[in-house]
């Protein structure tokens, strides 16, 4: 008899299923998007409430090496305070199968989209204060978008830029990250670059002077600035990646390891999707 059920249906139809799953009293992978409308994941939280432990949200790619390395990075303090995030995932494609299609709830707001707006929540890490959104059908063979544009911003002022497209033949980095002393890229996930200032050996600048021209006969800055340069291979100190999400699973109903998704992060996903959709928070 099987105690652990995982739903890999259409996207229309996965909180029917998932419902089922847990009412049967079985532990449910319940498969991205969670839900396709915030009433409709109202009724899964419902239930879910009434079976507390036995849903895990399959927002796998929390577990992404590159995804945690740049946390680790944005942690060690190195670029400053950050302030602006770029997150793509791009190529190409003429794509004909059900993900393009609407009646089946395809498309890349659904498909990739709870990834990367997993991803921008965990980032700005505060309530949202707007967002702002652009969809549209570029390459696909459906009637569903295939290129979405999210600009999210936080109470604390965090920008995160996410998009996803089908459109779009030269991929921009994957990651891009901003702060006051520096800047992060990752073009492939497999490598880090970092340019940051070097605080130790940099002389503080001399504030701004209305004087015109400056005394040193150029504008620009008045003290040099000494840079880091480095080049990181992608290994982040969790070891986990994106394939360990069933490890995960086990860790935590065999030895008690919380599951790191919680259900509410994946309902408040839920809820912003639906704001990109409408195109205003």
């Known amino acids: ?16 299923f998932d419902i089922q799953v847990l009412e ?3 532990y449910l992978i319940a498969e991205k998007p969670i839900a396709v409308s915030y009433a409709e994941a109202m009724k899964l939280k419902e239930v879910s409430d009434r079976h507390p432990g036995k849903m895990f949200c399959r927002q796998n790619r929390r577990f ?9 990075i944005i942690r060690e ?32 707001l659904n498909n990739w989209g709870p990834h990367l707006i997993d991803h921008a929540l965990q980032l700005i890490h505060a309530p949202l204060e707007s967002v702002w959104s652009d969809l549209r059908l570029v390459a696909a063979m459906g009637d569903a978008e295939d290129h979405f544009k999210a600009v999210l911003r936080g109470t604390n002022k965090i920008v995160v830029d996410i998009e996803v497209s089908g459109g779009v033949a030269i991929p921009a980095p994957v990651y891009a990250v901003y702060g006051t002393r520096g800047t992060l890229i990752s073009q492939d996930e497999k490598e880090i670059q970092l ?4 605080t130790e050996k940099t002389e503080p ?10 005394n040193e006969g150029v504008f ?13 291979p992608v290994a982040p100190e969790s070891r986990l990646t994106v ?18 998704v919680k259900p509410e992060e994946a309902f408040e996903v839920v809820r912003v999707t639906e704001m990109i959709r409408n195109g205003h928070i």
């Open 205 to 214: 600048a001399e504030p701004a002077s209305d004087a015109t021209p400056p």
């Open 24 to 26: 049967a009293g079985k």
């Open 77 to 108: 303090g190195i670029l400053g305070d950050i302030y602006e995030i770029k997150l793509c995932r791009h190529n190409y494609q003429r794509r004909a199968d059900w993900q393009a299609l609407k009646l089946c709830a395809g498309g890349q």
């Open 243 to 260: 394939d360990d999400f069933y490890k995960v699973v086990y860790r935590t109903l065999a030895e008690g390891v919380p599951y790191p």
């Open 1 to 16: 008899e099987s105690e652990l059920v995982a739903v890999a249906v259409r996207s229309r139809d996965h909180v029917k």
């Open 220 to 232: 620009g800055a008045n003290k040099p600035i000494i840079w880091i340069e480095e080049t990181r």
């Open 64 to 72: 992404e090496a590159c995804f945690q390395q740049v946390q680790e």
């Open 195 to 198: 340019k940051y200032v070097d």
